[in-house]
C-alpha cells in the first residue's frame, strides 16, 4: 500500500525559505530512487529534486544550487530545503518515487506560495 504525506509549506516572501518533509511507505520508499516534484498553477507535474537510496542527487536547472533534497532510510521520510525562493517556484509539491509506480499513486501535497 502506497501512502506519501508531504508537509512543510507555507507562504513566504521571494528570498526566504521553507523546509519540505515527506514520510513514505515502506512499499514506495525501499531500494527506491525518491523526487520531490511540482506542479505550478496551469501546468503539467514536473521533478525538480531526486535522491538515490544511497544519497546521490540530481536537480532540475530551474532549482538547482537553491534547493537540497535529503532522506532518511532508517524512518522513510525525503526533505527538501528551498532558499532564495522565487514567485515561479510557487506550486504544489509532491514526493513520489522516481520513475513512478503504474498508476502513481500521490499523496496530498503540500503548497508553496512565494510572494514578490
Known amino acids: 500500500q502506497v501512502q506519501l504525506v508531504e508537509s512543510g509549506g507555507g507562504l513566504v516572501q521571494a528570498g526566504g525559505s521553507l523546509r519540505l518533509s515527506c514520510a513514505a511507505s515502506r512499499s514506495i520508499f525501499r531500494m527506491n530512487d525518491m523526487g520531490w516534484y511540482r506542479q505550478a498553477p496551469g501546468k503539467q507535474r514536473d521533478l525538480v529534486a531526486r535522491?538515490?537510496?544511497?544519497?546521490?542527487?540530481e536537480y532540475a536547472d530551474s532549482v538547482k544550487g537553491r534547493f537540497t533534497i535529503s532522506r532518511d532510510n532508517a524512518i522513510r521520510t525525503v526533505g527538501l530545503q528551498m532558499n532564495s525562493l522565487k514567485p515561479e517556484d510557487t506550486g504544489v509539491y509532491y514526493c513520489n518515487g522516481v520513475p513512478l509506480g503504474v498508476p502513481p499513486r500521490w499523496g496530498q501535497g503540500t503548497q508553496v506560495t512565494v510572494s514578490s
Open positions: 535522491i538515490t537510496f544511497g544519497g546521490t542527487t
